[in-house]
């Protein structure tokens, strides 16, 4: 019930975020080398930020989500960027405020899920022809089968507990706040020092 609620809520942004990146230039087989380099650094600085704050205030998650807390995208992307002779240091977007668990929750959601889309842009990879230098991409990356059974996991541990609309109404707002971070990540030109 509740990531029924939090897909149709967060839709809209959602959708929106997909479209203000350049991933669809993957899909289109048409990225070029440097705007691929730029969606992996904007990537790195939105999961970075949410991945680190999710760490900072993981004591607030019940124990059985706790699981599913890491920096394993950012890590990912980290090694993607040194593949290419890259060197980013990542600033993070501010996020002040405390949140409450079920924000948490809504903000992992946003990035577990991403994981889904990121196996689909990567069956488009081999078939760019500015990438084909590139031998093994992590991020867009890794195997289908492990991403998809910690997905399931991922549901059925959020699915095993029951929400009140408080509880909803905050996974939805945290949720928000992730997706927030990655459009206001793609809607910044990156200052690379």
């Not at 124990?63 to 990542?90: H, P």
């Amino acid at each position: 019930m509740m990531l029924k609620i939090l897909k149709e809520q967060t839709a809209n942004l959602h959708q929106g975020v997909e479209q203000s990146n350049d991933a669809g230039l993957i899909m289109e087989h048409s990225i070029g080398l440097e705007a691929y380099r730029n969606l992996l650094q904007q990537n790195l600085r939105a999961y970075s930020t949410i991945e680190n704050y999710i760490n900072e205030h993981s004591d607030r998650l019940p124990a059985q989500i706790k699981q599913f807390v890491s920096t394993q995208k950012s890590a990912v992307l980290r090694k993607d960027l040194a593949q290419l002779s890259e060197e980013y240091e990542t600033t993070e977007i501010s996020l002040k405020q405390k949140p409450s668990p079920m924000q948490l929750i809504g903000m992992l959601y946003v990035i577990e899920g991403s994981m889904l889309g990121g196996m689909m842009i990567s069956k488009h990879l081999p078939k760019c022809p500015a990438l084909q230098e590139i031998k093994e991409h992590h991020f867009f990356g890794g195997d289908p089968k492990v991403h998809v059974a910690r997905w399931k996991s991922f549901c059925a541990t959020i699915e095993a507990s029951d929400y009140n609309e408080h509880d909803i109404n905050e996974a939805v707002l945290g949720a928000n706040a992730a997706f927030n971070v990655f459009k206001q990540t793609y809607e910044t030109p990156l200052v690379v020092s």
